[in-house]
């Protein structure tokens, strides 16, 4: 069974970085899409940032330059480095792995498989 497992949230001060990492099982990890998601109190669950199974990112606009996706697929793992971190950022953190990507539409369908999700709180 397939199981996405996120860790390495907290709280952190504005400015400050955190790096969370989404470890999967029960699939082939190295052919697979990963989205990480965030969603914040009151808000939708929105897509933050994917990376394809051959390294290419797309990022949402208000986290270019401040968030970097990567992979290493030795280890089954996707990791989300967040630096210059905002208020804003607050919310729960969750990856999803397998989903397809559409490049003509620029969107991250994402699969059935889950984490529990990180909290990541960000203090001004």
């Known amino acids: 069974q397939v199981q996405v497992v996120e860790s390495g949230g907290g709280l952190v001060q504005a400015g400050g970085s955190l790096r969370l990492s989404c470890e999967v099982s029960g699939i082939t990890f190295s052919t697979n899409d990963i989205g990480w998601y965030r969603q914040a109190p009151g808000k939708q669950r929105e897509l933050v940032a994917h990376?394809?199974?051959?390294?290419?990112?797309n990022y949402v606009v208000s986290v270019k330059g401040r968030f970097t996706i990567s992979r290493d697929n030795a280890k089954n793992t996707v990791y989300l480095q967040m630096n210059s971190l905002k208020p804003e950022d607050t919310a729960v953190y969750y990856c999803?792995?397998?989903?397809?990507?559409?490049?003509?539409?620029?969107?991250?369908?994402?699969?059935?498989?889950w984490g529990q999700g990180t909290q990541v709180t960000v203090s001004s």
């Open positions: 990376i394809s199974n051959g390294g290419g990112t």
């Open positions: 999803n792995a397998g989903g397809a990507y559409n490049y003509d539409s620029d969107t991250y369908h994402p699969s059935p498989y």
